[in-house]
């Protein structure tokens, strides 16, 4: 009996909304909804496409640990290997500062003089 009274209540309830909102309208939000999404998938698509292979910036290039106070050469924080830090919930870079992403570590460093000040080993992933 309890049941019944609360599937009724719960019925009185949604029904006033389903009613209210005409049919077309509803088809509209729905595709609406739907072009959203497959934009969003492609976007996502897009972004793994060209985030998705690490190119070595040098001929023969091999991955080698770095350490802090390491020095970079300036091909290694070009803007095709810099990271949104926001992605990786990491600290805002200040001035002269970049994330970078170095093989699969995530690198804080000084452009200046390309000073390693931070790693992150294996933090890099794809969305």
Same mark, same amino acid.
């Given at each position: ?5 609360? *599937?009724? @209540? ?21 595709? =609406?909804i739907?072009?959203?999404?497959? =934009? *969003? ?7 793994? !496409? ?6 070595a910036?040098? !001929?023969?290039w ?6 802090r ?13 810099v990271?949104?830090?926001? @992605? ?13 992403r170095?093989?699969?570590?995530? *690198? @804080? ?7 390693? @000040? ?10």
């Amino acid at each position: 009996m309890r049941k019944l009274i609360l *599937l009724g @209540l719960m019925m009185a309830t949604a029904m006033p909304s389903a009613v209210s909102a005409k049919p077309g309208e509803l088809r509209r939000d729905r595709a =609406e909804i739907r072009q959203d999404q497959r =934009e *969003l998938r492609q976007d996502r698509r897009e972004y793994r !496409r060209d985030r998705r292979a690490y190119v070595a910036p040098v !001929r023969g290039w091999r991955y080698q640990r770095v350490n802090r106070g390491y020095r970079l050469q300036p091909v290694f924080w070009s803007p095709r290997y810099v990271v949104d830090y926001r @992605l990786y919930r990491l600290r805002a870079p200040y001035g002269y500062q970049r994330w970078i992403r170095y093989g699969n570590d995530l *690198l @804080l460093v000084d452009v200046r003089n390309g000073r390693v @000040l931070q790693v992150i080993p294996n933090r890099y992933y794809y969305y």
